[in-house]
């Protein structure tokens, strides 16, 4: 059973960066497509960034203006395999939210989702708490 645990959330100034991890246990993920998403008090649900499967596509929310991007291979080939990363730059209070990593089990043609109320995302994490403020 898959099972993914978001970290790397905290508190943080405006104008700083904060990378957040999706650890994957029970199986790999680098051959899933993964999504992240995150959810302020009273909002719904938002997708800002996914990757398809092997990191063929990423694609991020058009407002966030590139802020936040899904980097491609940074560490050890295992990390790569189990770990997905979500790079948030330029921060600001209206980033403030609960994120969430999630994986699509099916593979799909074209690029990923960042609609979670479509249900394909079938795995999410917990999530992790994103404070920014000064």
């Known amino acids: 059973q898959l099972q993914l645990v978001e970290s790397g959330g905290g508190l943080v100034r405006p104008g700083r960066s904060l990378r957040l991890s999706c650890t994957a246990s029970g199986d790999r993920l680098d051959h899933y497509t993964v999504g992240w998403f995150r959810q302020a008090p009273g909002k719904e649900r938002e997708g800002v960034s996914c990757?398809?499967?092997?990191?063929?596509?990423?694609?991020?929310?058009?407002?966030l203006k590139g802020r936040f991007v899904i980097p491609r291979d940074i560490l050890s080939k295992n990390m790569v395999k189990n770990t997905v990363f979500l790079e948030m730059s330029s921060l600001t209070p209206e980033d403030t939210g609960t994120y969430y990593c999630?994986?699509?089990?099916?593979?799909?043609?074209?690029?990923?989702?960042?609609?979670?109320?479509?249900?394909?995302?079938?795995?999410w994490g917990q999530g992790t708490q994103v404070t920014v403020s000064s």
């Open positions: 990757r398809t499967h092997f990191g063929t596509r990423t694609r991020s929310l058009d407002s």
């Open positions: 999630a994986v699509d089990p099916v593979p799909r043609p074209g690029t990923c989702s960042l609609i979670p109320e479509e249900g394909r995302y079938q795995y």
